[in-house]
């Protein structure tokens, strides 16, 4: 069966400083893999995705970045935090012949 | 621009009563819909999903309604839960044929 990891589960960071968060699937293969942002009280909105190793597509410009240096991997990533950047980091992966997500237990980050 | 919104932000129901999750869509060309759960500091579930072919799609105690139409589609909860209480995300094929979420509704079940 195929599962997905993020880490870490928390997060309390300062204002500019990095971030890295990673996210794993197992018991797939070329997965597409998804970044969220869940803000407090909202819906889901869409970072970034990708569809195969080194393939980036971001849907929102901001001061974040994504890679995926392997099939089953991507990190999401920041050089300077913003308090706005706090939030519910959710990754998700699907299959290229599926529309149905698989979300991971997501990481929350706070900026102080 | 095309989006997906939920037309209450809370639902409060008696736990035994059904539920009716309600969502307005804007893309007409959008094949393809998801309910999804959230439950407090996890990520979203999959309940059930609905192709635009179909009007109705029942799974254990929940059934999803499709009126293409007026663009609407619901979810209804039979025999409400505790463990239901959540909250509840619509979401549909957008145009570059990802995922588009809702805003999300809480539901509280009131013992």
């Known amino acids: 069966s195929q599962t997905i990891h993020q880490w870490p589960a928390t997060l309390v960071q300062p204002v500019g400083s990095p971030l890295s968060l990673e996210c794993t699937v197992e018991?797939?293969?070329?997965?597409?893999l998804y970044w969220y942002r869940q803000a407090a009280g909202r819906g889901l909105q869409l970072l970034f995705y990708?569809?195969?190793?080194?393939?980036i597509s971001s849907e929102v410009p901001q001061n974040l970045s994504a890679s995926r240096p392997q099939d089953r991997q991507f990190i999401l990533s920041s050089k300077k935090l913003l308090l706005s950047d706090s939030g519910f980091y959710l990754c998700?992966?699907?299959?290229?012949?599926?529309?149905?997500?698989?979300f991971g237990p997501g990481t929350r980050l706070t900026v102080t | 621009g095309e989006s997906v919104g939920l037309h209450l932000p809370t639902l409060s129901v008696q736990e035994g009563d059904n539920s009716i999750i309600n969502c307005a869509y804007s893309n007409s060309a959008s094949d393809y819909f998801i309910w999804y759960k959230q439950e407090s500091g996890k990520g979203p579930q999959f309940i059930i999903d609905i192709r635009s072919n179909m009007d109705k799609r029942q799974g254990q105690r929940v059934t999803v309604l499709l009126n293409k139409t007026v663009k609407h589609l619901s979810l209804q909860i039979a025999a409400t839960q505790p463990g239901d209480s959540a909250v509840y995300f619509c979401a549909e094929t957008g145009a570059n044929s990802k995922l588009t979420f809702g805003k999300g509704i809480t539901l509280s079940v009131r013992p």
């Open positions: 018991g797939t293969s070329n997965p597409n």
């Open positions: 990708s569809v195969g190793i080194g393939q």
């Open positions: 998700a992966w699907d299959r290229t012949s599926s529309y149905e997500q698989y």
